[in-house]
Each structure stands twice: as structure tokens, then as C-alpha cells.
């Protein structure tokens, strides 16, 4: 029998709570407070009665084993289930009244990168696929949308994370805590709360930690582990960014008898609590909850349930939820105009990308190697195989420099960031616009050399601080010349020569590439040679730590040695590969016997890989994507390759022309798009394109190369190609135009797309050489055996374009003034001339001029016509005309070659 106790009363009745020990179900103070006048309490056939064993799971990880079907509900002595849950929301609403309803957060300035923690909550067996759909399809396409914005999202999807033999404590606190960490990252945690017909596993109250009872926790005895979450993620403080999925009952219509304890609760208190918390949160978080419909199809012992990605289903809703909510919250990104910002953006945003938060190890190279300075510093070229984290090393260097401002002064360039990074006068451009004091913007190209190495002259010398120039990947640098060769004069630009106290360059590049290679034989003197060893056990360790847990998950011992013990591990893409691999891997059972099949090559990896997203691809557009972007050298964007994938698409269905409405461009659908994205996320990287559209790219050349090995029997080439072209001469940004299509169309030889893109914006930004190489390609090209000065033998422009500037001209030149085939500046030796007043054409450096073919001058029906050599424009009574002028470089090719190009 409980004893009597003589105290003052905080309430004027006391009422035994079983849940809370001697704490009143009423006031919730201690028994030993409340007066004599207090209503004795009963005794509790709670402590006196047999309770039945709780029964545990061998392997209790959130979501491992379905641990809310095996311990069931514990009877509380004879306390009725409505008082049971009227307690439930008397303790809840007290915590509700006792914290402050949290605020919407903006950040309109913000300049950097964030990271977005998604915290998905709620049961298992009756949710596996709705969470399916969210790591396959719903995330991947959030990522797509966030990247450009300079947004990581990351979900925490704790399905499997906990090695086997976790205690009860270690699985209660790496929930909450895990919701605690993504409050920490966005102060209001992102939360999609998932709520069916099951209310979850009830841990019982003397199973739940101490510190779990207390601030901020507050366990409610009688709630389950998953209404737990939800209460510490939002319930409390009202969060703004929480989205509640509620499940229509429909469903169960078509679950068999025998499955039904999965989908639906038979236990009395779980069904009220769950009915009652559903009331509650759709009363305190209108314009939050979202109801769905879905089908459930049983097989044997499997149901299926459909319907999830249907037009404005489940998966649309959570994606239009957490887009508006993000980007209420982050989504105006400040986008600096400046050309130093443009020029550095690609990047920083490469180094992030490489980052990606992972740890291998390796930060002890950084101190002691490369950020070691002295009187006399040694620059270093860091060289190893392909992906043994080179470019990982020098972004971590760069990261960790500019961490101290008082000691570095930093300045960092990839050759692969994408875009026209692989470009060294580029490289040099944004030596001199952000380490010297002259930010003009015109920066003579001529004399890039001269001006790079009395800068560096001069910064060298600087007692207090350490210029680090990092220039990573020269592999990568486009070193090519007119003829297609490599040249490694460009790298000489580079004053390697230069030392002192105040500089320390450091470089990175593959062993066997011909630019290391040449560094090596020709700066002995001035380089430092340091070879990236492989991964050490340990740093491998850190990195599938570190790749995993940042989604709440994690390996055994067991688990985590057998992978290590590979030997594709030493290398850091194939292990990163792998990570992923397992990571959306969605059955911790089987997980041992998936790192046990892993391939141990990169290459049986990646074939891997293929088979199984080919196998998952229900569209039938995965190797299609795969195609287009391995036909690419510097990627697609997400636009392009909407559009591209519709055309096929609709093509396939048997439309033979998409696009017969100028208006109506065919655009992949964002269901099909989000299914395609998420299979080939693994085997592509993205970077930030124009206007800050993500450009996505194959993660490496050998996953270009297995693309092409697969495709090789039954795709047409020539015809992948072809489609590439039209769609990005219609569609993409100039800038794109120019990136990409040059190589294309000369492969292609189409003179029809050559001719379009040399009339378009792009051919302002086409670089000298492809500008050369599809201009010899469109022109006719035939030898001429003559030089009359008759005019109709000269290529020429009216009057109108040759006062136009040449989208081609470096210099913003008129047509007049530059080579009509590269764009050059051409001193003006050329005066106005009147057709009807003048037939001959006396000039200097006759040779210099556009020549054409008999064919041309005075075949093809075209001798009494004057044709514009830019608008091809033809017109007989033309009154003026300017002859086209070849530079010197250009009239090796052209002096006597017919210049005329078809229209």
C-alpha cells in the first residue's frame, strides 16, 4: 500500500500518474507536496502485478528491425485509456504553453554555401515505400533545383544506421539527437512527418534514458518513438518548416487479412493516441498538412503500395513543400556581378563539390606538406594516379588557408571546374584580377606573362604574408594547338622560377599526363614532386564515417573492415562510389552480402552500377542520359536535358516532329525527369552553369568510356549527336552554344549548323582556334589559281554589316576592321567602295584579301549578284561594298582558298 502524506497542497486533489512515478497526474507535483486534505491515492496493482517481458530485437537500429511491432503496449494498472491519453495532452500542452512558438527565418544577403538536414519521420513497415520514393525520386530532384542555389540537401533517413547490439539508450538518443542536429543546421528543423493507420513502437517508460525525461527532451510516457520525434522537431514550438503526410485509410481495402497488423494498429491505446495526435497537429499546423491517396497491391508477401508518384501525389507535394519552404528560408541567393565573382564562382563551387564535408585522413598532409612556409619555399606539384583524391587535397588545402587570413593570401583555379577553366589565360586573368591591385577589366592578353610575374615578383617578398597560389588538375588544361597538338608553351606563362619567403605555388596532376610530365623534366629545379600514396586503412575508415553519417547512417565493425579490405578501397572515387552505392541501399539485412559482391575495380564498379540502375529504369531514359552526356565534353544542362530527353520521348511514342509548334517546346516531364535524375545521380557531377543553372556532367572519363562500351551495339552516333546540336542551336544560352557545339559540329561536318552558329551571339565567345576550324570546314576551300583584281572574285560585306561589330572580335571591332574568319584585329587598309564607280580594286597586300572560286565568282548564278559575306544577304543594285580582309595567321589557310562559306 502507498503511504499517506501529510503536505501542503499545490492542487486540491492529488491523482496517482503510474506513468511519472509519485508525480500528480493533475499538477505534476510530487506526492509528498500535496495537503492532508488530498484524497488518499489507491494502490496501484501497477507495481504489484506481473508484467509481462518486453520483448527486444537482436538488431534494434531505427528501422533495421520493425521494433514498434514486437513490443507491445504494457496495461498501466487499471487506468482507463481515455485517462491515459488525457494525461498525454495535459503534460504536452503544458510544454506547449511553457517555449515560444518559433519564428520563420529569411537570410535575403546570404552569399555562401548551406546545408538543408531533412528529417524524415515515421514508422516502417507500413512506410517503406513512401520513403523509397523520397531517397529515389523526391530528394534527388530537390537536389537538382537546390544545387545552383548554393544549396547541400541532405536527408536524415534513419531506415539503417545503427550497428547491431545498439542499446535502447543509443537508439532513443541518436533520434532525438539527430533531430537536435538538424535544428542546430536551419534553426527550424525541416521535418516530413509521414501518419497512417500505425501509430509506432511505445517504449516503455523504464526504458527510456534519464536525460531523455529532462529539457529539451521531455519524454511523454505513452507516446511512441516516432510521435516523439515529431514533437521534439515541431509539435512544441509550432516549427513553419514542418510538412504533415497523412495517408488516406482507403488503402487498406486491398491488404489481406494476414498483412494487415503492418499497416493498421489493433491495440486500443495506439489507435486513440494516433486519431487524437492527428487532430491535434492538423488543428495547430494549418496549411501544413497534406492528405494522399494511394493503392495497395499485395503479392504473396509483399505489398506494394501505388499511386505515390502520380501528378500532385504524394511525391509532389513533399517536393513543392520543401522547395518553398527552402527557398522561403535560403532561396535568394546574392549573386555578385562582378567579373572577378564570375570568373572565380565555378571554382569555389568545384571546391565545395569535391569537399562535400568528407574527411579521409589526409588533413595531416595539409600542414606539414603544403601550407609549411619559410625563407626559401618550395613550390609542389602533387602527382598519383587518376582519383586518388588530388583535387580533394588541394581544395582542403585551399579550405584550410583562407581560415587564416592573417598568414595566407589565397588564390585557387582548377583546370577541371568546367566552363572555360581549362583555358591558362584564363587561369592567368584571375591571378591578376584577384591577388593584384589593378582590378581593371581589360586586361591586355599580350602581355599576360609580364604582368603575371611582376606581380608575383613582388608578392614574394612579403615578410608577413604567404601568397598560396593552387592551380589543381593540369591534366585537365587546354593545352592543344591549331593543329591539335598538345603544346606546353602556355604553361610557361606560368614564373615557376620565382621564389621567396612571400609565395608558395602548389600544383596537382595525374603521374602519366604529358603536362606533369613536362613540369617535371623542365622545373626540376623549381618543383618539389610529392606522390600522393593511396588511402591508408585509417583515412578510409574516417571517409565511410564521414559519407554515411551525414544521413544517419553508418556501418558495423564488420561491415566497415570488409569494405576496407577491398582492394578498390585505396582509391577515394571508388570508395566514394561505393558509399553512395550502399547508401541507397534500402535493406540493412542484406547490406554484408551487398559490400561482400561490391566489384574491387573501378571499372566492375561503375559496370555494376549500370546494370543496376538499367534494371530500375522503368522509362527507358536512363542510357539515353548517360548517351547524350557522354557524347558531351563539358556536360548538359538540366534544361537541355529536359528538352532533349522530350523530343526523344515523344519520338519513341511515334511523333515524328516535336517540335512542329514554335511555342511548344517537348520538356520532359518533372515525374519522369525526377526518375531518370535519381539513377544517374551516382555516375554524374554538376557544377553551376549560366544564371546559376546546374550543368551536369559524368563523374569521370571512365564512366563515359562504360557508357560508350555498353551503347556502341545499338546506338547511332552520328544521330546522338545531330540531336544535340539542333536542340542547343535552338535553345541553349549563347554561352553554352559556344562551349560545347564548336567540336560537335565539326565532327559532324554539318555546314547547315555551322553556318547558325556562326551568325548567332555564340560566336562572339567561340574561342580562336574552333573559330578557324569551322571556318575551314564550312568553306568551299578549293584552290584558286588566280588573283584577279576583279571585284567579283573578293568575298565582301554591304555596307550595314561592315560597320557591325564582329561577334568574333575580342576587341569589339567592326567586320571591317577584323579577319573575317577568326575575328582578329586587321590594321584597316580597305577604304568604302562604289560598285558602279570602281570595278577593279587596288589595294596593298592583295593576298590578304577573302578570295573565291570560279565557282563561286561567276558559277552558281551568282556573277550579277553581290552576296554578304556575313547576312548573305544578295542584291544587284548593292551601291556600296567592303572587301573581306584575312588576318596574317588565317591567310596561311586562305590566301589561296575559296573563302566563300554556303548560307
Known amino acids: 500500500m502507498e503511504k499517506q502524506v501529510l503536505e501542503k497542497k499545490p492542487c486540491a486533489k492529488f491523482k496517482p500518474n503510474p506513468f511519472r512515478g509519485s508525480l ?9 507536496q500535496h495537503s492532508t486534505d488530498a484524497v488518499q491515492s489507491k494502490p496501484s496493482t501497477a507495481t504489484s502485478a506481473k508484467r509481462k517481458p518486453v520483448k527486444t530485437a537482436s538488431i534494434v537500429s531505427h528501422g533495421t528491425v520493425d521494433i514498434e511491432a514486437i513490443a507491445p503496449v ?23 504553453d511553457e517555449r515560444p512558438k518559433a519564428a520563420a527565418r529569411s537570410y535575403p544577403d546570404r552569399k555562401g554555401w548551406v546545408t538543408v538536414r531533412v528529417f524524415v519521420s515515421s514508422t516502417f513497415l507500413d512506410m517503406h515505400t513512401e520513403r523509397e520514393t523520397l531517397v529515389r525520386q523526391v530528394f534527388p530532384r530537390l537536389r537538382a533545383w537546390a544545387a545552383p542555389l548554393k544549396i547541400h540537401i541532405v536527408e536524415c533517413e534513419l531506415r539503417w544506421g545503427l550497428p547491431p547490439g545498439s542499446t535502447m539508450e543509443k537508439i532513443l538518443n541518436t533520434c532525438l539527437q539527430e533531430v537536435d542536429r538538424c535544428k542546430s543546421e536551419n534553426e527550424n528543423c525541416f521535418l516530413i512527418a509521414m501518419l497512417s493507420e500505425r501509430n509506432g513502437w511505445i517504449v516503455p517508460e523504464k526504458e527510456v534514458p534519464v536525460e531523455l525525461k529532462r529539457m529539451p527532451y521531455e519524454w511523454i510516457p505513452d507516446f511512441s518513438l516516432t510521435q516523439m520525434e515529431i514533437v521534439h522537431a515541431s509539435y512544441r514550438d509550432a516549427n513553419p518548416n514542418a510538412g504533415f503526410f497523412i495517408r488516406n485509410p482507403s488503402f487498406l481495402e486491398n491488404i489481406p487479412d494476414s498483412m494487415m497488423d503492418k499497416f493498421r494498429d489493433t491495440n486500443e491505446l495506439p489507435k486513440k493516441s494516433l486519431a487524437q495526435f492527428k487532430s491535434r497537429i492538423r488543428r495547430r499546423f494549418q496549411g501544413q498538412v497534406f492528405d494522399y491517396e494511394c493503392t495497395a497491391f499485395a503479392e504473396q508477401d509483399n505489398v506494394t503500395l501505388l499511386g505515390l508518384d502520380s501528378p500532385n501525389g504524394f511525391g509532389d507535394q513533399v517536393y513543392e513543400f520543401l522547395k518553398s519552404k527552402i527557398e522561403a528560408q535560403y532561396g535568394s541567393l546574392h549573386l ?50 587518376s582519383s586518388t583524391g588530388k583535387s580533394w587535397l588541394l581544395s582542403a588545402t585551399d579550405k584550410v588557408a583562407r581560415q587564416q587570413p592573417n598568414k595566407f593570401r589565397v588564390f585557387f583555379h582548377s583546370f577541371q571546374a568546367g566552363g572555360s577553366s581549362a583555358n591558362v589565360n584564363e587561369a592567368l586573368t584571375r591571378i591578376l584580377l584577384e591577388l593584384g591591385d589593378d582590378k581593371a577589366q ?39 594547338n591549331e593543329n591539335g597538338q598538345q603544346d606546353m608553351k602556355p604553361l610557361e606563362l606560368f614564373p615557376f622560377h620565382i621564389h621567396g619567403p612571400g609565395l608558395k605555388i602548389i600544383l596537382s596532376g595525374t603521374s602519366d599526363s604529358v603536362p606533369v610530365k613536362w613540369m617535371l623534366a623542365n622545373h626540376d629545379n623549381n618543383l618539389q614532386e ?110 537541355e536535358l529536359k528538352i532533349m530527353l522530350g523530343i526523344w520521348l515523344q519520338k519513341q511514342s511515334g511523333i515524328s516532329n516535336p517540335e512542329n509548334e514554335e511555342n511548344d517546346v517537348p520538356t520532359l516531364p518533372p515525374l519522369h525527369w525526377s526518375e531518370t535524375w535519381t539513377r544517374v545521380r551516382p555516375l554524374t557531377h554538376w557544377r553551376r552553369g549560366v544564371n546559376g543553372e546546374a550543368v551536369i556532367f559524368c563523374y569521370s572519363e571512365a564512366i563515359k568510356s562504360k557508357v560508350q562500351e555498353k551503347l556502341e551495339s545499338h546506338t547511332n552516333k552520328k544521330e546522338l549527336r545531330s540531336s544535340i546540336v539542333t536542340c542547343m542551336l535552338k535553345h541553349s544560352h549563347p554561352s553554352r552554344q559556344s562551349l560545347e557545339l564548336p567540336k560537335i559540329i565539326l565532327w559532324l561536318r554539318d555546314k547547315k549548323a555551322m553556318s547558325q552558329l556562326r551568325k548567332s551571339e555564340a560566336w562572339q565567345t567561340v574561342s580562336f582556334f574552333d573559330r578557324r576550324g569551322l571556318s575551314s570546314s564550312m568553306a568551299c576551300g578549293q584552290h584558286v589559281h588566280f588573283f584577279s ?56 597586300g592583295m593576298e590578304k584579301l577573302a578570295v573565291k572560286c570560279t565557282y563561286h565568282s561567276h558559277g552558281h548564278n551568282m556573277g550579277s549578284f553581290f552576296q554578304c559575306f556575313v547576312c548573305g544577304h544578295t542584291n544587284s543594285t548593292m551601291m556600296m561594298w567592303v572587301p573581306v580582309i584575312v588576318c596574317n595567321t588565317c591567310s596561311f589557310s586562305f590566301s589561296n582558298q575559296c573563302c566563300h562559306m554556303d548560307f
Open 442 to 480: 581589360e586586361i591586355d592578353e599580350a602581355k599576360l606573362k609580364d604582368l603575371v610575374e611582376s606581380l608575383l615578383t613582388r608578392l614574394a617578398q612579403d615578410p608577413k604574408k604567404t601568397t598560396l597560389l593552387i592551380i589543381d588538375a593540369l591534366n585537365f588544361a587546354n593545352l592543344s
Open 74 to 96: 504494457q496495461p498501466v494498472g487499471n487506468t482507463s485509456v481515455d485517462e491515459r491519453i488525457a494525461r498525454i495532452w495535459d503534460t504536452l500542452d503544458r510544454q506547449v
Open 530 to 639: 610529392y606522390e600522393l600514396p593511396g588511402l591508408s586503412v585509417a583515412g578510409r575508415s574516417v571517409l565511410i564515417e564521414h559519407m554515411l553519417s551525414k544521413y544517419g547512417k553508418g556501418l558495423d565493425e564488420d561491415q566497415t573492415s570488409l569494405l576496407i579490405s577491398s582492394p578498390g578501397s585505396e582509391n577515394i572515387a571508388w570508395l566514394i562510389l561505393a558509399c553512395e552505392e550502399l547508401r541507397v541501399f534500402g535493406s540493412f539485412e542484406r547490406l554484408t552480402d551487398k559490400i561482400k559482391n561490391l566489384d574491387p575495380t573501378m571499372e566492375g564498379l561503375l559496370g555494376q552500377i549500370l546494370d543496376r540502375v538499367q534494371e530500375e529504369d522503368q522509362l527507358g531514359l536512363l542510357m539515353h542520359t548517360l548517351a547524350l552526356l557522354s557524347e558531351t565534353a563539358h556536360g548538359l544542362s538540366e534544361s
Open 336 to 385: 555578385r556581378e562582378e567579373r572577378v565573382s564570375q570568373l572565380a564562382s565555378p571554382h569555389e563551387d568545384f571546391s565545395e563539390y569535391i569537399l562535400r564535408g568528407i574527411e579521409n585522413g589526409r588533413e595531416v598532409i595539409i600542414q606539414k606538406k603544403l601550407l609549411s612556409t619559410g625563407e626559401h619555399n618550395n613550390h609542389v606539384l602533387v602527382t598519383g594516379p
Open 789 to 844: 583584281s576583279r571585284e567579283e572574285t573578293f568575298e565582301r560585306y554591304c555596307y550595314s554589316c561592315s560597320m557591325r561589330q564582329n561577334p568574333a572580335s575580342w576587341y569589339h571591332r567592326s567586320y571591317k576592321d577584323s579577319c573575317g574568319i577568326c575575328g582578329d584585329f586587321v590594321s584597316s587598309n580597305n577604304a568604302l567602295f562604289h560598285v558602279r564607280d570602281k570595278k577593279d580594286i587596288r589595294l596593298f
Open 24 to 32: 500528480c497526474a493533475q499538477c505534476q507535483f510530487p506526492l509528498n
